[in-house]
């Protein structure tokens, strides 16, 4: 097998590409989609401050090294999420890839920083973990990126994701989620923009990204998320993919380009009006007290709990 | 050859040689959810593993919130 550029040895055959590539010309491959998505959806312009999601994954750990090699003032986040040794493992990752590269990590320990964890909000709330975990992530990088003074928060999330959440959101006709489903959400409501420039790589392609630059990341899955249904949803799509090449990409990239403007009409009301200030945290919401603080409140009050595999609903 | 699987973590006996492409269709898995690394190098669905080669088959799927 041979590089398609150079000729050279390949280490990486990418079909949905019909392409292979060397070490050399997969990392120039890479660069080169981040970049067309960051320019196609102005996600960052010139002197923005960064302030990048990361967890101590492959497709966070792949994002920063990118935005950094690119120049851009990048900072990272990271949320100890408290599930026990996945967290503890995912800390370690986010730090070494810090410190290798003299980056500036900020972090936030839910436990010791906000008198809760992950496993304890599920449970105290009954929501799924992954619920709470989202929930908790988007206020606490929407108030750092606020209280930071940063203009765009970047996030992981790559074709495979965003594939996923598409598929799901077309298999309940919610053409609400499916109208906001682009990759760069201009800032509103205080909000820092929010933009993911991975949108045009695979999962595989953000690990061996990750492999070739030596990047040592968190490799388990999350235990809470053994088996949940965005799992089931990427599964179907590889399978359609290994069949037929090109299917992921097809059907993202072909919906942002000639679909979603035909959901934006069904977006509730974007406007002030039905917004007003928490109560505790003085965030924008839609009640009284806003959906993390809820959550939180009750989370502190329930005893805490060890990680243990969710159980799931047939 | 040993092969190191991932979630949960062990390591099997495969006998080679072998081509990734074809240990990853006995092993049940989808080509697009795992990357073949022998040593630290990565390695291509073409490329023959010798019967002595230690492998890790790391999936590449994440889930959950982000």
């Known amino acids: 097998m041979k590089c398609r550029v150079c000729r050279g040895p390949a280490v990486i055959d990418l079909?949905?590409?019909?392409a292979n590539f060397c070490p050399e010309h997969f990392l120039a491959f890479t660069r080169r989609q981040v970049v067309r998505a960051i320019e196609d959806f102005e996600m960052i312009a010139p002197g923005d401050r960064v302030l990048v999601a990361v967890s101590g994954g492959k497709d966070s750990l792949a994002l920063w090294d990118l935005l950094l090699e690119h120049g851009y003032a990048a900072d990272g986040l990271h949320l100890g999420l408290g599930i026990g040794d996945y967290s503890d493992q995912s800390?370690?990752?986010?730090?070494?890839?810090?410190?290798?590269?003299?980056?500036?990590?900020?972090?936030?320990?839910?436990?010791?920083?906000?008198?809760?964890?992950?496993?304890?909000?599920?449970?105290?709330?009954?929501?799924?973990?992954?619920?709470?975990?989202?929930?908790?992530?988007?206020?606490?990088?929407?108030?750092?990126?606020?209280?930071?003074?940063?203009?765009?928060?970047?996030?992981?999330?790559?074709?495979?994701?965003?594939?996923?959440?598409?598929?799901?959101?077309?298999?309940?006709?919610?053409?609400?989620?499916?109208?906001?489903?682009?990759?760069?959400?201009?800032?509103?409501?205080?909000?820092?923009?929010?933009?993911?420039?991975?949108?045009?790589l695979t999962e595989r392609e953000t690990a061996a990204w990750c492999v070739l630059r030596r990047i040592d990341y968190q490799v388990e899955e999350c235990p809470l998320a053994a088996g949940n249904r965005h799992l089931g949803y990427k599964e179907v799509l590889n399978t359609l993919e290994a069949r037929s090449p090109g299917t992921k990409a097809a059907f993202y990239l072909g919906f942002l380009d000639r679909a979603v403007a035909r959901f934006r009409s069904d977006i509730a009301s974007d406007s002030d009006g039905g917004l007003q200030t928490c109560n505790r945290c003085g965030s924008a919401t839609t009640n009284e007290t806003c959906a993390f603080c809820s959550v939180v409140e009750r989370a502190r009050a329930h005893q805490p709990v060890p990680v243990s595999a969710p159980r799931r609903r047939r | 050859m040993k092969v190191l699987l991932r979630n949960p973590r062990r390591e099997i006996d495969v006998p080679g040689p072998i081509r990734v492409h074809a240990l990853i269709a006995r092993l049940e898995l989808n080509r697009e959810s795992v990357l073949v690394i022998r040593g630290d190098a990565l390695v291509p669905g073409d490329a023959l593993l010798a019967d002595d080669d230690v492998v890790e088959v790391r999936p590449v799927i994440s889930g959950g919130a982000r």
Not at chain 1, 15 to 18: A, F, G, I, L, T
Not at chain 1, 110 to 132: K, Q, Y
């Open chain 1, 15 to 18: 079909p949905r590409h019909n």
């Open chain 1, 91 to 200: 800390t370690r990752c986010a730090r070494a890839f810090a410190d290798d590269r003299g980056a500036t990590l900020l972090e936030i320990d839910l436990r010791a920083d906000r008198g809760f964890d992950v496993p304890t909000a599920a449970a105290a709330t009954g929501r799924p973990p992954c619920s709470a975990c989202g929930l908790s992530k988007r206020h606490l990088f929407d108030e750092a990126a606020r209280d930071g003074g940063y203009d765009v928060v970047a996030t992981g999330h790559n074709l495979d994701d965003e594939a996923a959440v598409l598929f799901g959101n077309t298999l309940t006709w919610n053409t609400e989620y499916l109208g906001r489903q682009v990759p760069a959400l201009p800032a509103r409501h205080g909000f820092a923009r929010k933009v993911k420039p991975l949108v045009r």
